[in-house]
């Protein structure tokens, strides 16, 4: 997903997270279970929020 983003030219990435999905703190490193990536992004004026979760199986 990050690289169709960066291959827009209106896109500007406001921020990409990675953080626990029951705590919401940040990840850094190896992931080992489930987490939250929350992505915020503007399309020229309009900034687009969006939140995946991540499940390791």
Do not use: F, W
Request: charged share 20%; hydrophobic share 45%.
């Amino acid at each position: 997903m990050l690289s169709c983003i960066i291959q827009e030219p209106l896109a500007k990435i406001d921020y990409v997270e990675v953080v626990d999905s029951e705590d919401l703190h940040s990840i850094y490193g190896e992931i080992t279970h489930t987490v939250l990536i929350p992505i915020a992004v503007y399309i020229g004026k309009t900034r687009l929020i969006d939140n995946i979760i991540y499940e390791i199986s």
